[in-house]
């Protein structure tokens, strides 16, 4: 047995074989993540972390360290982690890109579709006995075919839901860090300003990792640029919206609808006023949790875990200036 030692904050989608073989392997088996002092003291321990979105891997707990020389996150996202410190102890930092991005794109456009038809409504109206006849303009919903679709964040998602948006002969506006000419051309997506965006768009969709630049992006200003028939998307990060502004802006009208599988914090507090909104969808972060693709997450977590190990070259890498 391998003298290496590993935390994983999870039980995985996966089976562990390989990793074992290769390394001493201690899962968190409980349900909810282990507390920032239980993890504190694991990293002591161990050469490599296997962690979630849900772990705070801050400056301390890379600090706190001298055995590590790996953290695999199982997510694409990795604003939970401090990346720069991680970097100054030249502690590669994996994650999983690629494999999420379509269902990923997939929920987002389930939401989208959900949300302008006014499906979860409608099933609640048959639920609750409501449905007496056919009525003409019962559960009226907004188009989807053929209306203005705003993508916020033109990377790896943003372009898979361009890509489904053009099957509905969409017209597809976005804003990103740079004008692409060439997915201009095979995307047909326009390059324009938020403020532009925002005010000609039908359907808004967030796609962009939370960083210190955006976070609440949206609020009472983004709101009030917005149409008031149009809906609002968001399987980022919660931290892009301000949530007491879009409480605002769905319970005075200033926009018809959100649906958002991210809050802030998470999970969102059973009290918070957005829950008693009829016009806000929100899921408990799933949009990448088809089956296939959580397995796949979880296998590419642990081929970047174990090359950590070996001291390889990660495959997928946060900060691959390390290697430079
Ligand atoms: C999920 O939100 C991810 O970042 O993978």
């Given at each position: 047995?391998?003298?290496?030692?590993?935390?994983?904050t999870r039980r995985l989608p996966t089976d562990l074989e390989q990793l074992q073989q290769f390394a001493n392997v201690e899962v968190w088996e409980q349900r909810q993540p282990p507390p920032y002092e239980v993890l504190l003291e694991k990293v002591k321990e161990v050469d490599g972390?296997?962690?979630?979105?849900?772990?705070?891997?801050?400056?301390?707990?890379?600090?706190?360290?001298?055995?590590?020389?790996?953290?695999?996150?199982?997510?694409?996202?990795?604003?939970?982690?401090?990346?720069?410190?991680?970097?100054?102890?030249?502690?590669?930092?994996?994650?999983?890109?690629?494999?999420?991005?379509?269902?990923?794109?997939?929920?987002?456009?389930?939401?989208?579709?959900?949300?302008a038809r006014r499906i979860v409504e409608a099933s609640q109206f048959t639920r609750t006995g409501k449905w007496q006849t056919w009525e003409p303009d019962l559960l009226l919903g907004s188009q989807v075919t053929g209306a203005t679709l705003g993508i916020v964040g033109l990377g790896?998602?943003?372009?898979?839901?361009?890509?489904?948006?053009?099957?509905?002969?969409?017209?597809?506006?976005?804003?990103?860090?740079?004008?692409?000419?060439?997915?201009?051309?095979?995307?047909?997506?326009?390059?324009?300003?938020?403020?532009?965006?925002?005010?000609?768009?039908?359907?808004?969709?967030?796609?962009?990792?939370?960083?210190?630049?955006?976070?609440?992006?949206?609020?009472?200003?983004?709101?009030?640029?917005?149409?008031?028939?149009?809906?609002?998307?968001?399987?980022?990060?919660?931290?892009?919206?301000?949530?007491?502004?879009?409480?605002?802006?769905?319970?005075?009208?200033?926009?018809?609808?959100?649906?958002?599988?991210?809050?802030?914090?998470?999970?969102?507090?059973?009290?918070?006023?957005?829950?008693?909104?009829?016009?806000?969808?929100?899921?408990?972060?799933?949009?990448?949790?088809?089956?296939?693709?959580?397995?796949?997450?979880?296998?590419?977590?642990?081929?970047?875990?174990?090359?950590?190990?070996?001291?390889?070259?990660?495959?997928?890498?946060?900060?691959?200036?390390?290697?430079?």
């Amino acid at each position: 047995m391998s003298e290496f030692k590993v935390f994983i904050t999870r039980r995985l989608p996966t089976d562990l074989e390989q990793l074992q073989q290769f390394a001493n392997v201690e899962v968190w088996e409980q349900r909810q993540p282990p507390p920032y002092e239980v993890l504190l003291e694991k990293v002591k321990e161990v050469d490599g972390l296997l962690c979630l979105l849900t772990d705070k891997i801050d400056k301390q707990l890379i600090e706190a360290s001298d055995s590590l020389k790996v953290i695999s996150q199982m997510a694409v996202g990795y604003d939970n982690i401090d990346i720069a410190a991680a970097t100054e102890r030249m502690i590669p930092v994996g994650y999983t890109p690629d494999v999420l991005t379509d269902a990923t794109a997939d929920f987002t456009w389930g939401l989208l579709m959900t949300s302008a038809r006014r499906i979860v409504e409608a099933s609640q109206f048959t639920r609750t006995g409501k449905w007496q006849t056919w009525e003409p303009d019962l559960l009226l919903g907004s188009q989807v075919t053929g209306a203005t679709l705003g993508i916020v964040g033109l990377g790896r998602i943003g372009k898979a839901v361009a890509h489904r948006a053009q099957g509905f002969d969409m017209r597809i506006l976005y804003t990103s860090n740079r004008c692409d000419v060439h997915l201009e051309n095979t995307l047909g997506v326009e390059f324009v300003s938020l403020e532009r965006l925002l005010q000609e768009s039908d359907f808004v969709t967030i796609h962009m990792p939370l960083t210190q630049n955006n976070y609440h992006m949206f609020g009472d200003e983004q709101f009030a640029l917005m149409k008031s028939s149009a809906v609002l998307i968001n399987t980022a990060r919660g931290g892009i919206i301000d949530p007491d502004a879009l409480y605002r802006a769905l319970s005075k009208g200033t926009i018809a609808g959100a649906a958002i599988d991210v809050t802030e914090p998470e999970p969102i507090p059973t009290d918070s006023p957005l829950l008693t909104l009829d016009n806000l969808i929100i899921t408990p972060h799933v949009a990448s949790a088809s089956r296939q693709t959580r397995e796949k997450m979880a296998n590419m977590a642990i081929d970047n875990l174990i090359a950590g190990l070996k001291g390889d070259r990660l495959h997928d890498c946060v900060n691959s200036d390390i290697y430079h």
